[in-house]
C-alpha cells in the first residue's frame, strides 16, 4: 500500500517568508508526528496528533511554528516569518496509534520536505 | 530527560567486515528501543526493534540486544556489504511523551569492496 507522502519534496524561500509543508499519512493511521532533521541539531520532535488534536507540542520551537491535522488524515506544517535557521528537513511518520504503544505501534516515514531559508 | 547517546562516525569497512555501532540510552520508565536507518536519497526506515529487557530485534542480518543492565542497544552484523552503506540512527519512544521517538545523532556507515 501507499506510505506516507509529503510535498513539496524541496522548498526554497526568502527569510521572513511564510511556508507550508504537507503530510499525508498512511490510511488508517491515527496518531502522526512531525520531526526536524539539521546538521546542527540532529533529529528532534516537534508536535504529535492523536486524530486531529495535537496533545504534545512540546517541539515546536518558537510561536512561528503551528500545525494542524484535519479529518484525522492531512497534517500541514505551517511556518511564519522564516528564518535562515529553519533550514532542516522536515520529517512526518505516521502510526496506528495502539494504545501503549511499547514499539508495537511502528512510526513509518516520509521522505521529507527539505526547506532552504535564503 | 531522556536521551540517546550513540558512537560517532563516520564508520568505514571493507566488505565482509564485522560491524559494531555502541548506543547508549537514559530513560525513566521502560521504554522500546529501535534502529531506524536512512539510505542515501532515501526516508528514515525501520531497520529492528526491542520492546523489553533481554529482547533481540533483529532484520537483514543486523541484530542488537535490549541490555537493560548496560542500558545499551548496540547493533552489530557480522559481514557488512556496500549496500549497507547508511546512516544509522538509534532511537527510543517516550512512553509517557506519547510514543514520540528521541534519536541519537546518526552514525554513518561507509563499506567500500
Known amino acids: 500500500g501507499a506510505g506516507v507522502s509529503q510535498s513539496p519534496s524541496n522548498k526554497v524561500t526568502e527569510k521572513g517568508k511564510d511556508v507550508e509543508l504537507r503530510c499525508d499519512p498512511i490510511s488508517g493511521h491515527t496518531a502522526l508526528y512531525w520531526y526536524r532533521q539539521s546538521l546542527g541539531q540532529g533529529l528532534e520532535f516537534l508536535i504529535y496528533?492523536?486524530?486531529?488534536?495535537?496533545?504534545?507540542k512540546s517541539g515546536l520551537p518558537s510561536d512561528r511554528f503551528s500545525a494542524e491535522r484535519t479529518g484525522g488524515s492531512v497534517s500541514t506544517l505551517t511556518i511564519q516569518r522564516t528564518q535562515q535557521e529553519d533550514s532542516a528537513v522536515y520529517l512526518c511518520?505516521?502510526?496506528?496509534?495502539?494504545?501503549?504503544?511499547?514499539?508495537?505501534?511502528?512510526?513509518?516515514f516520509g521522505p521529507g520536505t527539505r526547506l532552504t531559508v535564503l | 530527560g531522556n536521551s540517546v547517546t550513540q558512537m560517532e562516525g563516520p564508520v568505514t569497512l571493507s566488505e565482509e567486515a564485522f560491524l559494531t555501532i555502541n548506543c547508549t540510552y537514559t530513560?525513566?520508565?521502560?521504554?522500546?528501543l529501535f534502529w531506524y536507518v536512512q539510505y542515501p536519497g532515501e526516508g528514515l526506515q525501520l531497520l529492528l526493534k526491542a520492546t523489553k529487557a533481554d529482547d533481540k530485534g533483529s532484520n537483514k542480518g543486523f541484530e542488537a540486544t535490549y541490555r537493560k543492565e548496560t542500558t545499551s542497544f548496540h547493533l552489530e552484523k557480522g559481514s557488512v556489504q556496500v549496500s549497507d552503506s547508511a546512516v544509522y540512527f538509534c532511537?527510543?519512544?517516550?512512553?509517557?511523551?506519547?510514543?514520540?521517538?528521541?534519536f541519537g545523532a546518526g552514525t554513518r556507515l561507509a563499506v567500500h569492496p
Open positions: 511518520a505516521s502510526s496506528l496509534g495502539l494504545a501503549g504503544g511499547r514499539g508495537r505501534d511502528t512510526q513509518y
Open positions: 530513560a525513566t520508565g521502560y521504554p522500546s
Open positions: 496528533f492523536q486524530g486531529n488534536s495535537a496533545p504534545d
Open positions: 532511537a527510543l519512544s517516550d512512553q509517557r511523551g506519547y510514543n514520540k521517538l528521541i
